[in-house]
């Protein structure tokens, strides 16, 4: 490893220095740098050794200049040797911590492919893209969520983002993915199914069985959710949206937001807010294309802390079709943020093609 030259050449730097330095000066302590420096990039055994060489420098500086059982020499070498045993153990610990971080996101990511299976491209009239950015912060893996299901005259999507992070999140989203892909060919209209899932996501904050501390915790936890059904022989949208950033739809280069003029509360909360579920119906045509996306996109800042205007930028990055319009959105939003996400952040895009498509 390249890097291992830099403490070595410390070493012989500061040896060969503090050996024709005056009998006054001592550059000694300063061989410490040498374990330091790499227990910052290699592992314990690495650190060892050059901590072994740089105790075996100072014993022949001792040698050299006076004796090795010279007082200050010999303060000095037990020093060095504590300091190196120390920066040791904390190689040691880090690559440990590092080791148990890497698992930890490889189970993450199990967890999330398991819960989010990919969606099709082609349904029907629709062409279809979705992308999950998991944030880079520890392996806090969040609850963003995004499933498709055909029914018989048409296709239902929702999205998703269940509040918190971790295991439990993720437990929730499959919790309400369950319901969906198990109850969305079977309910007669789009307001039936959202009533279906938020019993289901209720049910399971009320579970009895869960220890007393537990549902404390859960009584602050909710998914906030947007519902689409969309039909195949109509150019029509039908949307619920409970407490979930409003789609955007894009036509002829333009940016709308389907905004419902009566929005639920998320789902999970309706022990203390009461609300009909009514679907609201938008124009969708051939060559729109709805993009649905979670806080993570519109809540990611830059270094100044801007947000990120998706709106303003998707209008810029349509390409050919939903697969591109992504693409070109993830390389924005991860630019904007400096290549590093604190929230996970999920997007579907949406595309009705002409009848001859």
């Not at 330095?21 to 060892?48: D, E, I, K, N, Y």
């Not at 239902?156 to 295991?167: E, F, S, T």
């Amino acid at each position: 490893m390249a890097l291992m030259a830099v403490p070595i050449a410390l070493i012989v730097i500061v040896t060969a220095v503090d050996i024709l330095a005056p009998s006054r000066v001592h550059l000694g302590p300063f061989l410490v740098a040498a374990p330091a420096v790499t227990a910052s990039f290699a592992g314990p055994r690495a650190t060892a050794c050059i901590g072994a060489l740089a105790v075996t420098a100072q014993a022949v500086v001792a040698a050299v200049r006076t004796s090795l059982v010279d007082l200050n020499h010999s303060v000095q070498l037990i020093t060095l040797i504590l300091m190196s045993a120390f920066v040791t153990y904390f190689a040691a610990w880090r690559e440990n911590h590092e080791r148990e971080l890497v698992q930890l996101r490889s189970v993450a990511t199990a967890a999330q492919e398991v819960v989010l299976k990919p969606l099709p491209q082609r349904v029907g009239p629709l062409r279809i893209a979705s992308v999950y950015l998991a944030a880079e912060s520890e392996a806090q893996i969040g609850g963003d969520l995004y499933a498709a299901a055909r029914t018989e005259h048409g296709t239902r999507i929702v999205i998703g983002d269940v509040r918190g992070k971790g295991l439990e999140a993720v437990g929730d989203a499959a919790l309400l993915l369950g319901a969906f892909r198990g109850a969305a060919h079977r309910q007669a209209d789009l307001s039936a199914l959202m009533e279906f899932l938020e019993g289901t996501v209720s049910s399971d904050l009320d579970d009895p069985a869960a220890p007393e501390d537990a549902t404390e915790d859960r009584g602050e936890a909710f998914i906030t959710a947007a519902a689409l059904d969309l039909p195949d022989a109509e150019p029509l949208l039908h949307l619920i949206n409970c407490g979930h950033p409003p789609p955007l739809l894009l036509r002829h280069g333009r940016i709308s937001a389907l905004e419902v003029r009566s929005p639920a509360p998320p789902l999970g909360l309706t022990e203390f807010v009461t609300t009909e579920l009514a679907e609201e119906t938008f124009d969708f045509r051939p060559g729109d294309i709805a993009l649905l996306y979670t806080d993570g996109v519109i809540e990611a800042r830059d270094g100044d802390g801007t947000f990120y205007p998706l709106a303003e930028r998707m209008a810029g990055k349509a390409g050919k079709g939903p697969d591109a319009l992504l693409a070109n959105l993830c390389k924005d939003l991860l630019r904007h943020v400096g290549g590093h996400l604190g929230d996970d952040a999920a997007m579907v895009a949406i595309e009705r093609l002409p009848e001859s498509s």
